[in-house]
């Protein structure tokens, strides 16, 4: 059984990422930020809005963050989110870190979203700000201290196809998995 976690900062790439690696080694992607996106549209919340009630309201987190902890338990998958290495890191194999510069990822969120490269860079450093305070709340983790990843991947200048193949080649060199190359 295998449990691979991918964690990163919003625009980072960890979600496409995530979604590549299994794919690749066909595992199933349980993905912490879907299932969150999925809670605000439910209760009909603006993204940032909702991240500032579950601030109020920890029980949102632990929802989310049980769920992701049953599915590691249960192993082979890939769980990508936040604080998904944090939070599964006693049954992960792999933990993995995916980060870069705020302007970048403000870019990248702001061709991904269409929105003005201001607002996604102002979400950005908003969005990691409450994420910090949360979290260092919630669970005393500090999404600073990146000592518990096995990888910590600086994506800023890296293709999405170099972030995945570095990724990959990670992941099955100290698992000892085989896997084409030609994936992307």
């Known amino acids: 059984m295998v449990v691979i976690a991918i964690s990163g900062q919003p625009g980072s790439g960890k979600t496409t990422v995530a979604r590549e690696v299994a794919r690749v080694l066909n595992l199933p992607l349980v993905s912490s930020g879907s299932l969150f996106r999925e809670l605000a549209a439910k209760m009909g919340i603006d993204f940032i809005e909702f991240h500032k009630y579950a601030e109020k309201n920890p029980d949102i987190d632990k929802v989310v963050d049980s769920m992701a902890i049953e599915r590691a338990k249960a192993g082979n998958v890939v769980l990508e989110g936040h604080l998904a290495a944090w939070i599964v890191r006693p049954y992960a194999d792999i933990c993995i870190y995916l980060k870069a510069s705020s302007e970048i990822r403000a870019r990248r969120i702001s061709i991904r979203d269409k929105k003005s490269f201001e607002d996604a860079l102002r ?62």
């Open 123 to 184: 979400e950005v450093r908003e969005r990691e700000e409450l994420n910090r305070r949360r979290y260092l709340s919630l669970y005393n983790i500090d999404i600073n201290d990146l000592s518990v990843f096995d990888l910590v991947l600086d994506t800023s200048y890296l293709s999405i196809n170099d972030a995945i193949r570095i990724s990959l080649d990670y992941i099955c060199t100290v698992l000892g998995f085989k896997y084409s190359r030609k994936f992307c």
